[in-house]
């Protein structure tokens, strides 16, 4: 299975970003293989709009059963959702540290979004 997260970095010890949409990089973790690609997100950066609508219809087509992030806006969680991918809130300072929260089951599915849209 395969698990999205939110960074700027390019590897585990990377912080774990806040926004989806916007969040330069995504890391791609293979639970089964416990192996990562990093894919850039750098388009949606500095979108004027529908970076989360563009950055969920990617993560989508990434193959993620989950994306773990630090916020997720209306537009990214109905397409997101839409996908069948899970939507996991963090607020863990890397990456390491959100994918060690998943593997502890300490996070939860997001029911809804919780900002609003153009959140920076």
């Given at each position: 299975?395969?698990?999205?997260?939110t960074t700027s970095g390019t590897d585990l010890d990377a912080p774990l970003d806040r926004r989806f949409g916007r969040a330069p990089r995504f890391?791609?973790?293979?639970?089964?293989?416990?192996t990562f690609e990093v894919v850039e997100n750098r388009q949606n950066?500095?979108?004027a709009q529908g970076?989360?609508?563009?950055?969920a219809e990617?993560?989508?087509?990434?193959?993620?059963?989950?994306?773990v992030t630090g916020h997720c806006?209306?537009?990214?969680?109905?397409?997101?959702s839409a996908a069948g991918v899970a939507i996991l809130t963090s607020d863990a300072p890397t990456v390491?540290?959100?994918l060690?929260?998943?593997r502890s089951g300490a996070l939860t599915e997001a029911r809804a979004a919780d900002v609003e849209g153009h959140w920076a």
């Open positions: 299975m395969k698990i999205v997260f890391l791609v973790y293979d639970l089964e293989g416990q950066l500095n979108a970076a989360g609508i563009q950055s990617a993560v989508a087509r990434l193959g993620a059963k989950a994306v806006g209306p537009k990214a969680f109905r397409v997101l390491a540290a959100a060690d929260q998943y």
